[in-house]
């Protein structure tokens, strides 16, 4: 609308008044940080308090769901089996919520997680510091490689638009993404592993073989990543085509655009054209949608890690959920959230990198 | 001179953006009379459409009054606002963008008539639409009421949006560069249009546009405003203002429409600005806000006061009013030399 | 003149007669206009006609195949094609072909099996001898009654046809295989009806299985769909519409929605609210579901409500109903429509992630259900019986590949940007 440009060329001295449009773009930049941060944290406190409520209203607390687990197995009395139980747990079930909220509130605050409830002793931090770097791993490398392959695939779409390789990969994108990735883990199970036996499935429990040491060596890293690889593949093939079908239409609009044509007709070359004009224009909007399939991937790692039993934060969530450990749980929702919000935040930010439009107005 | 039907009493209108309050009109005074032909001209940025739309009550001013037959709008209820409401109606710039593209043509001017009752039952509104169809010329009516707006060309989309305005009975019609976006080779037949429904239906029009040629055309029997920057600068009788105008911005715009003679266009002496860059409404220069381009700048005068608009004093056979102080006070004009 | 011609056409179509006649013309013409441009799409094309095709298998067909629902206990983890078969001595291998050939005769079934109820018509003509199961397929009573076969003790017995591979085929006992090879013929191998898709854990047919557990899984899922599309374009036109401190706090509350790991909060709601219904999962589904789409349908009415034709709605005096139902609704139904589509897709990938995972109600045997018990029971590993799971979850894969066909289509036929880039 309003030419962002000319004050320059108005100023007597324009040295000064360039530093002078820095500043205050800087400033303006700053303030916006400093919302956005503040946004975030008073998200992620919304949401965790919320999540509190909810995980204390579930039927049933830990010393219930564990006292039924040692009547069915032990066949002791009732009485017995509670005290046993409510002796080995730091847990109060008469405690009100209030009081839990307000504990767990202090503690964090001091980056306290608490103890698990089910195994005294462990720090909740400790059981998810041991954890989440494999989650993330997985995820990151999964969303990584489909991000890229994506891009590739979306923008050859595009250029060769109407051509059979464009059909072909519609369909192929369009099939790809309509399967629950869950599913492709299962098919992935069922006809790799079981019916053409290229690996075996038991042998790929956990995250890592037993037998290894953890440390930069060739078993440890190669045993990690054939643990790791079915969950990579599954979420690569369940997003890819997501980020193909829309790649693509990103490039086609931008394919329409002025600049291109104009590009092309200062005679510069394609690979140019392709990386500097279209290809990161056409991406601007596709990171905001990364950020949203990280929360997104990163929730449904609960059923992926379940089929693969694969050993990461998905894992680690589903069997407090089963026990009602309810420190443990907490603090798995207080890392996704987290997660979840960073993520967009530095999208805001990086969007701003990338869009200078963005950054000069401090729009968001 | 008739009544004024409509009155604009220091109109300010300021838009948000970053935070930061953007001035598009500023102090605008002016009155539209019954039955004429007032055109606005000015370049884009001027706050003309802006000015269009609050007319036409789509857009409260941020400070400043509004008339509407005598009466302030603000102080409107019930039925008269309605009244109002219907009697001032736009056509907009766009053909494209006015018309809904999923209701045909009978559709979209019908909903009106149900709406303002009047008409009843589907066959009356039917014969009405007819009739309005008839009135902006678009005939064989059979082959265009049932059409959707993407079957029309964009001449014949601006008619449909001209007989919407009309379903209403309106008493004014401000016309927001109406026939800009249409082929130059049926704007003519559009604007002859326009001038005719002045005559048969008693509306008063209020015509947008950035072309003083096209106003000096269409307004030659009506009145002219000259806008800037937000400001109403010079307003008249078109024949006088054309003839002898007064503002510096009226004298560059005439300065530089071409004559159909090319002996005249030539002979006409082109007048220099001093700098081609229109300013930011951001940044907006003290004083009269067209000084730092004006030919004929008066340093300590018109950086320092804001001129109004008003009659130059010494010119009393004069009608049209002017914001230049150097004009007001009767100086003759001298170029300015740095 | 031409005015009043028409002005009489009109006043003729509006008779109440003409009108109400128009109604399922247009509707065929609209319907016709549709099917013509859908098959011009091919992949949306082929999305649509399994979507039919989906629709004729859940919801006509378990009108006329029944669910099976009793245990056959020889018949357990068949593979595909699997069916009863009519064994019989080599003497008699051209005698004896149909259940009616052996009136007066003595057919050996084996307890706890479908054998039983497969004679039942014939029980009057011809004599039943029973032989006791025990706990595996290739237990002794079948052994039992195959030995009185082959010394022709009896003149037939009903034996499934995986036992025959387990039992005949691949005995183990170099004696009894002997014993069998030398007597034993099937000389009518396709006695019994055929599981197409074999059967399960418990011996029964999975096929009509499938026929039956999509119904209420679509059902849930386009429960949970409306819900979530619903809300989406409640809130998301009230917020665009109304703004200030409406559009704050909605967009307020969509953020926050957002910011929850969707899936984790499905899991810890599941478990709290323990209900039984599968319906119910819809419901809450389609409650958690709406942000996103909120976010996009806002965005939409945003950009519409500045459109110049909703600046003339509102310069006629048109109102505020009018302006969003008949200017603003009409111009992103499409929108709305294809986004639908794809909250059922969402709603279903929900809804059996939780049933997977042992979170939802298993109270009614949905596919879902059926990839459930399939898993736990461990026909994964079993070759045989990897059909429990991998039918459904075919079932599941092809509904939702067919839904996003079909919508991937409607979005191409309703955007004229693809369009134009497609032609």
């Known amino acids: ?364 | ?338 | 003149m031409t005015r009043k011609q028409k002005t009489s056409d009109t006043l003729a179509n509006d008779s109440l007669t003409a009108i109400i006649l128009e109604i399922p013309l247009n509707l065929a013409k609209a319907i016709w206009g549709f099917l013509v441009k859908i098959s011009k799409n091919r992949s949306g094309f082929i999305g649509f006609l399994g979507l039919v095709a989906y629709f004729i298998l859940t919801f006509i067909l378990p009108s006329f195949i029944p669910f099976d629902d009793e245990a056959n206990l020889d018949e357990i983890t068949g593979p595909p094609g699997s069916r009863i078969q009519l064994a019989v001595h080599v003497d008699n291998a051209d005698v004896y072909q149909s259940l009616e050939d052996l009136e007066g005769r003595v057919v050996g079934v084996v307890t706890q099996t479908g054998g039983p109820s497969f004679i039942a018509p014939y029980e009057d003509t011809l004599t039943v001898e029973e032989f006791r199961w025990s706990s595996r397929r290739t237990g002794p009573g079948i052994q039992a009654a195959l030995t009185a076969l082959a010394n022709q003790e009896i003149d037939a017995m009903l034996i499934f046809s995986k036992s025959v591979d387990e039992v005949i085929t691949n005995q183990e006992d170099p004696d009894l295989k002997a014993l069998f090879d030398a007597n034993i013929v099937i000389s009518n191998p396709t006695l019994g009806p055929r599981h197409w898709l074999g059967s399960d854990t418990q011996g029964r047919d999975i096929g009509s299985h499938i026929v039956h557990g999509g119904r209420i899984l679509i059902l849930t899922a386009v429960l949970g769909g409306v819900i979530s599309t619903g809300i989406a374009l409640v809130f998301g036109s009230l917020g665009a519409l109304l703004g200030g401190t409406v559009d704050n706090v909605l967009t307020a509350l969509t953020n926050l929605i957002l910011a929850i790991p969707r899936f984790p909060l499905l899991v810890v709601l599941a478990g709290l609210i323990s209900f039984n219904n599968t319906l119910f999962l819809g419901v809450l589904i389609g409650v958690l579901g709406w942000p996103a789409l909120m976010r996009a349908i806002r965005a939409q009415v945003l950009s519409l409500r500045e459109r110049d034709f909703v600046e003339a709605a509102q310069s006629l005096g048109l109102g505020m109903p009018h302006i969003m139902f008949r200017e603003i609704l009409p111009n992103m139904i499409s929108f709305v429509i294809i986004n639908f589509i794809f909250s059922i897709t969402f709603a279903m990938y929900e809804q059996i992630g939780l049933v997977v995972l042992g979170l939802a109600p298993i109270s009614d045997y949905t596919w879902g259900v059926m990839l459930y018990f399939g898993r736990t029971r461990g026909t994964l590993f079993n070759s045989d019986g990897a059909s429990m799971a991998l039918s459904p979850v075919m079932a599941i894969a092809l509904f939702q590949v067919c839904l996003v066909l079909f919508a991937r289509a409607l979005e191409e036929l309703f955007d004229p940007r693809l369009r134009s880039g497609l032609v």
């Open chain 1, 1 to 364: 609308m309003v030419s962002q440009t000319s004050p320059m060329l108005e100023d007597a001295k324009p040295e000064s008044a360039t530093e002078r449009i820095i500043e205050r773009a800087m400033k303006i930049y700053q303030n916006y940080i400093l919302r956005v941060l503040l946004q975030a944290v008073l998200t992620v406190w919304a949401v965790t308090s919320f999540t509190f409520i909810l995980i204390r209203l579930m039927p049933g607390n830990p010393i219930d769901v564990l006292v039924e687990q040692i009547l069915v197995q032990e066949g002791i009395s009732y009485e017995e089996a509670y005290a046993r139980v409510a002796s080995s747990f730091q847990f109060d079930p008469d405690a009100s919520t209030l009081d839990q909220y307000l504990d767990w509130l202090g503690d964090l605050i001091r980056f306290d997680l608490g103890e698990s409830i089910t195994s005294p002793g462990t720090k909740v931090i400790d059981e998810i510091a041991r954890f989440l770097p494999w989650t993330v791993f997985a995820v990151g490398a999964g969303l990584l490689i489909s991000f890229i392959l994506g891009i590739v695939l979306g923008m050859a779409m595009a250029y060769y638009r109407n051509s059979p390789l464009d059909h072909l990969l519609s369909l192929f994108a369009s099939f790809i993404t309509g399967i629950p990735n869950y599913i492709w883990g299962l098919l992935i199970v069922i006809i790799l592993g079981i019916q053409f036996g290229l690996f075996n499935v038991g042998q790929l429990r956990g995250t890592y073989a037993s037998d290894v040491e953890i440390g930069f060596n060739y078993p440890f890293i190669s045993s990690a990543l054939a643990h790791a690889a079915l969950p990579i593949i599954t979420y690569v093939i369940s997003t890819l085509g997501g980020w193909m079908l829309n790649m693509k239409s990103s490039t086609m609009s931008v394919l329409n655009e002025d600049y291109v044509n104009v590009a092309e007709a200062r005679g510069l070359r394609d690979s140019r054209i392709i990386s500097a004009y279209v290809g990161r224009n056409a991406m601007l909007p596709l990171f905001t949608q990364l950020t949203i399939s990280i929360g997104f991937v990163l929730g449904s790692g609960v059923v992926i890690e379940e089929i693969f039993v694969y050993w990461g934060l998905g894992h680690y969530l589903f069997a407090s959920i089963t026990t009602r450990d309810y420190t443990s749980m907490q603090g798995v929702f207080l890392i996704l959230t987290m997660t979840v919000v960073m993520a967009n935040v530095l999208a805001d930010l990086g969007y701003g990198l990338l869009d200078p439009r963005v950054r000069v107005s401090g729009e968001k």
């Open chain 2, 1 to 338: 001179m008739s009544e004024p039907i409509m009155q604009l009493e220091s109109i300010y209108r300021s838009f948000k953006k970053d935070r930061t309050d953007i001035p598009v009109l500023q102090d605008v005074n002016f009155a539209v009379n019954n039955l004429e032909f007032l055109c606005l001209v000015g370049e884009s940025g001027c706050g003309k459409t802006t000015t269009g739309k609050i007319l036409a009550g789509l857009l409260p001013p941020s400070s400043g009054k509004i008339y509407f037959e005598g009466q302030d709008i603000t102080t409107l209820r019930g039925s008269a606002r309605n009244h109002y409401r219907r009697s001032v109606q736009i056509i907009h710039q766009d053909p494209y963008a006015s018309l809904n593209p999923t209701h045909t043509i009978y559709e979209m001017l019908s909903f009106p008539l149900f709406h303002h009752k009047f008409v009843r039952g589907k066959h009356q509104a039917r014969e009405r639409v007819w009739e309005l169809l008839e009135l902006v010329d678009l005939t064989p009516v059979e082959d265009v009421i049932d059409k959707y707006p993407y079957q029309l060309s964009g001449g014949q989309r601006q008619r449909v949006s001209i007989a919407r305005a009309l379903t209403t009975n309106p008493s004014v019609i401000v016309a927001d560069e109406s026939v800009s976006m249409v082929d130059v080779s049926i704007r003519i037949g559009l604007l002859q249009m326009m001038m005719n429904l002045r005559d048969e239906l008693d509306v008063t029009i209020v015509f947008i546009t950035h072309d003083l040629a096209l106003a000096k055309y269409f307004a030659w029997e009506g009145r002219i405003g000259v806008m800037y920057l937000g400001r109403l600068v010079e307003i008249g009788k078109t024949q006088e203002l054309i003839a002898t105008p007064r503002h510096p911005y009226t004298k560059v715009l005439l300065s530089a429409i071409p004559e159909p003679d090319p002996e005249k266009t030539r002979a006409k002496r082109h007048i220099q600005l001093r700098s081609e860059d229109i300013p930011r409404l951001t940044e907006l220069p003290d004083g009269c806000t067209f000084h730092p381009r004006c030919p004929w700048y008066v340093e300590g005068v018109c950086d320092v006061d804001v001129p109004r608009l008003g009659i130059p004093a010494n010119d009393s056979n004069n009608t049209v009013e002017v914001a230049c102080i150097p004009v007001q006070r009767g100086e003759e004009l001298r170029l300015y030399e740095s």
